[in-house]
C-alpha cells in the first residue's frame, strides 16, 4: 500500500493547482490516468475570465455569470470567486505563466478578449491556446517540487471509504484503488486528503470538443462512494466545434466570435438576430439551441462561421492554432468561412462541494470541472470554469491543511480483490457498448429533450449497466471497461436529473416543459446513490 498526506486524481488546472499549495505541507501523490499533460486544461483556447481593467468590474462580472447561470447560481459563490480571481491569476503569473499582452501608447498592457454573455472584455488569454501554456507552466512548477510524486498511467478505479468497509459512524474516505495501466496490477493508495480533480464528461456524448480522458470517472466514483451529486442535466454543448470528416474533435473558440466571427446557414445568411439581440454572441445554449433549430430546419449537417472580413494578418496573429488546423484539413479561415456544429463540451453540475471543495464524504474534495459549487448554475459563462478551478484549488488547499483528520480507530484496507476474474476475449463487446450509449446519448438527451425521449434512454442506459456490471465482476478490469462502467454511470445521472426538472432552463431545454417554472429556481438537483 502506498501511503501519502495528499493524494490528487487528475492532473490538470484543478488537480496541479492544489498540489502546488498543498506540497510545503505533506508528501503529496499525482494520479493520472494518461501523461501528465493530457486533460481538457490542455486544450482549453479561449482564456480565463477575471477582472482586471479599470473598465470592468466585480460587479459587472457576477452580473454577467448571474445572468448566464439562468436563476440557479449560489449569488455568495460567484461573488466571491470573481473577487478572488485575479489574485490567483497573480500567482499564475508569478510562476511563469504569460498571457498575450498588446502595447497601448508605449505600454503593454494585458490583451483581454471578449466572449459569448461577457458585457466587457475580460478574457485573459494566450493567443488561442491558452490552456496549453497554463498547464505547462503548472507542470514546471509541479517538477521543482520534490514533495510531489506523479503516477502517469495509473487509473483511479474507486474511492475506498470508512462506510464501504462496514464501519458505523461518519463516512470517510480513505484512500483509492488504482489500475497500473501498464503492469496490469491494482494498487491501493491511501491519504488522509484526498482530492477528486478528473474533470468532465463530455466523452458520455458522440460528439464532444473533450479529449479522450473526459469520461467522468470523478462523478462516477463519487456517486458510487455515497456524495451528493447536482445539476447533472446542465451539459453546456459549445456551438462551434470543426466540422470535418478528418477532424476528430476540434474547437473553433468564442473568442472568433468574440472578434467579430459570424454565424450563418449554408447559403450565406445570418441567422442569429432571429434569436437574440447580442445575435451570434449571445449566451452559448442560446446559440447551440438556435443552431440546431437552423440545422433540424434546412437539413443542413453544419452551418457557417464567418470571420473573413477581418484582415488576415490579424486572424493568423490572434488565432495562430485554429488557422493552422484548419488549414490541415483544407480550409484557409482567412479566406472561407469554418464549417461548425454543436457538440458536448462541458459538465456544469458534478460532486456536490461547497465553495472549499468540501463535498458530504469526510477527507474528500472535489474541485474543477468535476464538481458542483453553485458557480456555473444552469449555465455555465464562458471561461468561467478555468477561473474557479484556480480559486477552489486555492481555497481547498487551505481548508486541508488546516484541517488534521484524527485517524480511524481500526480499519484496515484490504488490497484489491480480482476474484474468479478472467481476460476479457471479445474486446468488440466494449466498443460496441461505448458506441451504443454514447449515440443514444446523443440521440435522446441532446441539446432538445423530451420525457419521452429521456424514458426510452433511461431504459436502454438501465440495459446497459446490467451487461457492463457482469463484464465488471467476471472479467479482469482493464481502462476501457472501467471508463465504459463510469460513462454509464453519468449518463444515468444526466438523464435522471433531467427528468426530475420539470421545466426548461438554461441548459436543460425540454419540449413538454418549455418555460422555466419561478418555483424551481435555487433548486439544484441533487442525487444520491
Ligand atoms: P481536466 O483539465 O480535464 O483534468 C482532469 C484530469 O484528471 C486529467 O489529468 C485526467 O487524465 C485525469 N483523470 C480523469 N479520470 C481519471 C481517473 N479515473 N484516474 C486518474 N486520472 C484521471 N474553460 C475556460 O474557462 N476557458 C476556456 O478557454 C476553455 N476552453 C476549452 C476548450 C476545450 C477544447 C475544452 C475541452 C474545454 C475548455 N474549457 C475552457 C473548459 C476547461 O478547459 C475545463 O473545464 C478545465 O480545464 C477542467 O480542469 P480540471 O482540472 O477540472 O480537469
Ligand atoms: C472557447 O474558447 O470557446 C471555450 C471557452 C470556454 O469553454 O470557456
Given amino acids: 500500500m502506498k501511503q501519502f498526506d495528499y493524494l490528487i486524481l487528475g492532473s490538470g488546472i484543478a488537480g496541479l493547482s492544489f498540489a502546488l499549495k498543498v506540497a510545503p505541507h505533506g508528501r503529496v501523490a499525482i494520479v493520472t490516468k494518461k501523461s501528465r499533460a493530457e486533460s481538457n486544461t490542455n486544450y482549453a483556447q479561449g482564456g480565463i475570465a477575471a477582472v482586471t481593467s479599470k473598465e470592468d468590474s466585480v460587479e459587472a462580472h457576477v452580473r454577467d455569470t448571474l445572468e448566464a447561470g439562468a436563476g440557479l447560481c449560489k449569488e455568495a459563490v460567484v461573488r466571491k470567486i470573481v473577487e478572488e480571481g485575479p489574485a490567483?491569476?497573480?500567482?499564475?503569473?508569478?510562476?511563469?505563466?504569460?498571457?498575450?499582452?498588446?502595447?497601448?501608447?508605449?505600454?503593454?498592457?494585458?490583451?483581454?478578449?471578449?466572449?459569448?454573455?461577457?458585457?466587457?472584455?475580460?478574457?485573459?488569454?494566450?493567443?488561442?491556446?491558452?490552456?496549453?501554456?497554463?498547464?505547462?507552466?503548472?507542470?514546471?512548477?509541479?517538477?521543482?517540487?520534490?514533495?510531489?510524486?506523479?503516477?502517469?498511467?495509473?487509473?483511479?478505479?474507486?474511492?475506498?471509504?470508512?462506510?464501504?468497509?462496514?464501519?458505523?459512524?461518519?463516512?470517510?474516505?480513505?484512500?483509492?484503488?488504482?489500475?497500473?495501466?501498464?503492469?496490469?496490477?491494482?494498487?491501493?493508495?491511501?491519504?488522509?486528503?484526498?482530492?477528486?480533480?478528473?474533470?468532465?464528461?463530455?466523452?458520455?456524448?458522440?460528439?464532444?470538443?473533450?479529449?479522450?480522458?473526459?469520461?467522468?470517472?470523478?462523478?462516477?466514483?463519487?456517486?458510487?462512494?455515497?456524495?451528493?451529486?447536482?445539476?447533472?442535466?446542465?451539459?453546456?454543448?459549445?456551438?462551434?466545434?470543426?466540422?470535418?470528416?478528418?477532424?476528430?474533435?476540434?474547437?473553433?473558440?468564442?473568442?472568433?466570435?468574440?472578434?467579430?466571427?459570424?454565424?450563418?446557414?449554408?447559403?450565406?445568411?445570418?441567422?442569429?438576430?432571429?434569436?437574440?439581440?447580442?445575435?451570434?454572441?449571445?449566451?452559448?445554449?442560446?446559440?447551440?439551441?438556435?443552431?440546431?433549430?437552423?440545422?433540424?430546419?434546412?437539413?443542413?449537417?453544419f452551418v457557417l462561421l464567418d470571420i473573413t472580413h477581418k484582415p488576415a494578418q490579424f486572424i493568423i496573429e490572434r488565432f495562430p492554432n485554429i488557422y493552422k488546423t484548419c488549414l490541415q484539413f483544407g480550409i484557409d479561415i482567412t479566406k472561407e468561412p469554418i464549417p461548425v456544429v454543436p457538440a458536448a463540451h462541458y459538465q456544469c453540475g458534478g460532486v456536490l462541494t461547497n465553495i472549499d471543495g468540501e463535498t458530504e464524504i469526510a477527507g474528500l474534495y472535489a474541485v474543477g470541472e468535476v464538481s458542483c459549487t453553485g458557480l456555473h448554475g444552469a449555465n455555465r459563462l464562458a471561461s468561467n470554469s478555468l477561473l474557479e478551478a484556480l480559486v477552489c484549488a486555492d481555497r481547498a488547499a487551505h481548508k486541508a491543511i488546516a484541517h488534521k483528520p484524527s485517524p480511524v480507530d481500526g480499519v484496515k484496507i484490504p488490497p484489491w480483490q480480482s476474484g474468479k476474474a478472467h481476460n476479457l476475449d471479445e474486446l468488440v463487446v466494449i466498443s460496441h457498448n461505448w458506441d451504443e450509449l454514447r449515440r443514444l446519448m446523443w440521440d435522446y438527451v441532446g441539446i432538445v429533450r423530451t420525457n419521452k425521449r429521456l424514458q426510452r434512454a433511461k431504459k436502454r442506459v438501465a440495459n446497459l449497466q446490467e451487461e457492463i456490471q457482469e463484464y465488471y465482476w467476471d472479467f479482469i478490469v482493464t481502462a476501457d471497461l472501467l471508463e465504459l462502467r463510469n460513462i454509464a454511470t453519468v449518463a444515468q445521472l444526466i438523464i435522471e436529473s433531467a427528468l426530475q426538472r420539470t421545466e426548461s432552463r438554461g441548459l436543460n431545454y425540454n419540449l413538454d416543459f418549455p418555460n422555466s417554472d419561478p418555483a424551481c429556481a435555487q433548486r439544484d438537483t441533487v442525487l444520491r446513490k
Wanted: neutral net charge.
Fill in 88 to 301: 490567483r491569476i497573480a500567482e499564475l503569473i508569478e510562476l511563469g505563466m504569460k498571457f498575450s499582452e498588446r502595447e497601448i501608447n508605449g505600454t503593454k498592457e494585458l490583451d483581454l478578449g471578449r466572449e459569448g454573455g461577457h458585457s466587457q472584455r475580460r478574457i485573459l488569454h494566450a493567443k488561442d491556446v491558452t490552456g496549453r501554456e497554463i498547464e505547462s507552466a503548472l507542470l514546471a512548477g509541479v517538477a521543482a517540487q520534490p514533495n510531489i510524486e506523479v503516477f502517469e498511467n495509473h487509473f483511479a478505479i474507486d474511492l475506498i471509504t470508512s462506510q464501504k468497509l462496514g464501519h458505523a459512524g461518519e463516512n470517510r474516505c480513505l484512500g483509492v484503488y488504482v489500475l497500473d495501466n501498464k503492469s496490469g496490477k491494482v494498487e491501493t493508495f491511501a491519504a488522509k486528503t484526498i482530492l477528486l480533480a478528473t474533470g468532465g464528461c463530455g466523452k458520455v456524448y458522440l460528439y464532444t470538443t473533450n479529449p479522450d480522458i473526459a469520461t467522468g470517472d470523478g462523478v462516477a466514483m463519487a456517486y458510487r462512494a455515497g456524495a451528493a451529486i447536482a445539476n447533472m442535466e446542465f451539459i453546456q454543448f459549445h456551438p462551434t466545434c470543426l466540422y470535418h470528416p478528418r477532424a476528430k474533435t476540434f474547437l473553433i473558440s468564442e473568442a472568433v466570435r468574440g472578434e467579430g466571427g459570424i454565424l450563418k446557414t449554408r447559403q450565406g445568411e445570418e441567422f442569429m438576430d432571429k434569436f437574440h439581440p447580442l445575435k451570434s454572441l449571445a449566451p452559448r445554449d442560446v446559440v447551440a439551441r438556435a443552431i440546431d433549430s437552423e440545422m433540424k430546419k434546412s437539413g443542413a449537417d
